[in-house]
Nanobody
């Protein structure tokens, strides 16, 4: 069992930056691939970024490539999402997710554990 708690969301202006954190508790965080997803009102949950258990591999949605960076510090049981050059269309609830795998899942159903989400609002 893994518990995930996101933090770092807030209200910012277009062009600003935010860093989201996801703290994991439970066993063997370093065995888990981690992902970030987001969900805007009335829309389906969409993939944002994923990082392999070692941190050696990452993958991004085209909509955030070049602006967002996913990273992890296994010694701190934490995964981060650095978001730069934020746009109003990035407004959503952001969720982190975990799955015990050496692959790099990109779909919500591929993840076993989810956090409660943190709201990010970008004003124009």
């Amino acid at each position: 069992q893994v518990q995930l708690v996101e933090s770092g969301g807030g209200l910012v202006q277009a062009g600003d930056s935010l860093r989201l954190s996801c703290a994991a508790s439970g066993r063997a965080f370093s065995n888990y691939a981690m992902g970030w997803f987001r969900q805007a009102p009335g829309k389906e949950r969409e993939f944002v970024a994923a990082i392999s258990w070692s941190g050696g591999n990452t993958y991004y949605a085209d909509s955030v490539k070049g602006r967002f960076t996913i990273s992890r510090v296994n010694a701190k049981n934490t995964v981060y999402l650095q978001m730069n050059s934020l746009k109003p269309e990035d407004t959503a609830v952001y969720y982190c997710a975990a799955r015990q795998t050496n692959l790099l899942p990109k779909r919500p159903y591929e993840y076993s554990y989810w956090g409660q989400g943190t709201q990010v609002t970008v004003s124009s």
